[in-house]
């Protein structure tokens, strides 16, 4: 296979190399303008993405923007991230979360066999 190029195809590769490169460019160009409109029309001290949190200065995100400790349920009003839910998802939450219950109580009392013994099981313990 030649791998020399004819003038011509040259100059096609060179055109088409170049404008490849100014779209790239221009597109750049276009989002960082459209970033920084939309960061300026913001109000001061607002966050730059809509529902961002509140960072300490460390970057550390506390339990005042929402954060849970492990353990915490939908029924620990103490935390701000339980309390500021809306009332309609908070309900649906909790009702979620007394239906998981009731199902695993139901679960945890009955043998995973189904209260039978298979045919063909053997008993673990040493003849």
């Known amino acids: 296979m030649n791998s020399r190029l ?11 190399a170049l404008v490849f490169t100014l779209a ?11 970033y920084r ?3 300026a029309d913001a109000p001061a001290g607002a966050p730059a993405i809509a529902g961002a949190v509140d960072e300490t200065s460390d970057g550390a995100v506390t339990e ?3 954060i849970l ?3 915490a ?3 620990d009003d ?6 500021r839910l809306s009332p309609a998802l908070l309900d649906a939450l909790r009702r979620a979360a007394k239906d998981a219950s009731a199902d695993n109580s139901r679960r ?7 209260g039978h013994r298979y045919a063909g099981a053997r008993s673990l313990s040493p003849r």
């Open 6 to 16: 004819s003038p011509p195809a040259r100059l096609r590769r060179a055109l088409f």
């Open 24 to 34: 790239v460019l221009t597109t750049a160009v276009a989002v960082t303008v459209a």
């Open 37 to 39: 409109a939309a960061a």
């Open 64 to 66: 005042a923007d929402g």
């Open 69 to 71: 400790p492990a353990g």
């Open 73 to 75: 349920g939908p029924f």
């Open 78 to 83: 103490r935390y701000p991230g339980i309390a």
């Open 108 to 114: 945890a009392s009955r043998p995973a066999c189904g």
